[in-house]
């Protein structure tokens, strides 16, 4: 279990519901070491979430950061890319001269990001600069290992050999929820 490891220079709290875990006394604008990212990974392979609290980072730091994960992917809709940093995108409530600074329907409806390359990346990094309130846009996460691991036997033997195809062509081509 993490929980025994050595946790003189951050903790890793794993939540109550048995998905996710919070990262506490962890500086992310700093370089991270190997070791350290060892136990991050590990981590976020027990949790599958991991929420670093009070992070004052810059573009650059962001992204090397996520860059730790495994290579980048620039996001399709590029219209709410960061200027200046195509890895980074935007996605906001905030309008501003009659426009919005970022997707505003990213996350409406339940989705699992960029599921439909041929192979996904690994997890996507969310950084927060403004927090609605309880109720107000509440991201949630689910785990599929963990429904996974809970579905009877019988259940699990015929998902095994399920195949689903992921695709945002009709959300693109059709102007489904766009900005």
């Known amino acids: 279990m993490l929980k025994e490891l050595d946790t003189k220079t951050f903790e890793i709290t794993p939540s109550p519901s048995g998905t996710g875990a919070d990262v506490i006394g962890l500086?992310?604008?700093k370089?991270?070491?190997d070791r350290t990212f060892k136990r991050l990974s590990d981590a976020f392979n027990e949790y599958s979430v991991l929420a670093?609290?009070?992070q004052k980072l810059s573009p650059e730091q962001q992204i090397a950061f996520s860059r730790r994960w495994g290579k980048l992917q620039v996001n399709v809709r590029s219209d709410f890319n960061k200027p200046g940093y195509p890895d980074l995108y935007v996605v906001s409530n905030i309008i501003e001269?009659?426009?919005p600074?970022?997707?505003q329907?990213?996350?409406r409806y339940w989705h699992t990001d960029l599921c439909y390359l041929p192979k996904p990346t690994?997890?996507?990094?969310?950084y927060a600069h403004e927090l609605p309130g309880p109720g107000l846009g509440?991201?949630?996460?689910?785990?599929?290992?963990?429904?996974y691991e809970q579905l009877p036997a019988s259940k699990a033997r015929r998902r095994r050999i399920a195949i689903a195809t992921c695709s945002t062509a009709k959300r693109l081509n059709s102007g489904f929820a766009r900005n």
């Open 97 to 99: 001269n009659g426009k």
């Open 122 to 126: 690994k997890c996507s990094l969310l």
């Open 27 to 29: 500086d992310l604008s």
């Open 105 to 107: 329907d990213a996350g």
């Open 101 to 103: 600074i970022g997707s």
């Open 138 to 147: 509440d991201t949630m996460f689910a785990s599929n290992i963990k429904a």
């Open 52 to 54: 670093y609290r009070d």
């Open 31 to 33: 370089p991270v070491d």
